[in-house]
């Protein structure tokens, strides 16, 4: 059991970028997301880091955390190490949402009805923004 406290940056100032890899629709596009590409958002993002180790460290904390088990003390080392830390674990926070088909059973790419039941399962119902319609 532990805890787990989460950073975000929201509205960064760099934005992502999606390219066609081919005219192949059947051809995964390349996505960068640009994390922490740009100064502001990266010195942002060490603040908050810094600032939530902090929190750990809080007397009010002392009889629920043990220990802090990441990043280790060897990222803390230096500037250089925290940006490996932080880089190996950044990622996005957004909510995915049309990721699943809404169609008929008879659509292989559908994974739920109009009613968000799913196919092939019985009393499997999916309601979330992964099957929002257009």
């Known amino acids: 059991m532990g805890i787990r406290i989460t950073c975000c940056i929201y509205l960064a100032a760099e934005a992502g970028e999606l390219k066609l890899a081919s005219a192949d629709p059947n ?5 960068d997301y640009n994390y922490l590409d740009d100064p502001f958002d990266r010195d942002r993002f060490w603040e908050i880091v810094r600032l939530c180790l902090k929190l750990g460290e809080y007397q009010n904390f002392e009889d629920i955390i043990e ?4 990043p280790t003390d060897a990222d803390l ?5 925290l940006d490996e830390w932080i ?4 990622t996005t926070s957004q909510d995915k949402s ?17 009613y968000g039941n799913g196919h092939g399962l019985e009393g499997l119902r999916v309601a979330n923004a992964s099957i929002m319609a257009d």
């Open 27 to 31: 051809v995964q596009p390349i996505l």
């Open 67 to 70: 220990e802090r088990v990441d």
């Open 77 to 81: 080392a230096y500037d250089k190490t």
């Open 87 to 90: 880089m190996r674990g950044v």
């Open 98 to 114: 049309y990721t699943c088909k809404t169609g008929p059973s008879l659509d292989p790419m559908a994974v739920v009805d109009q």
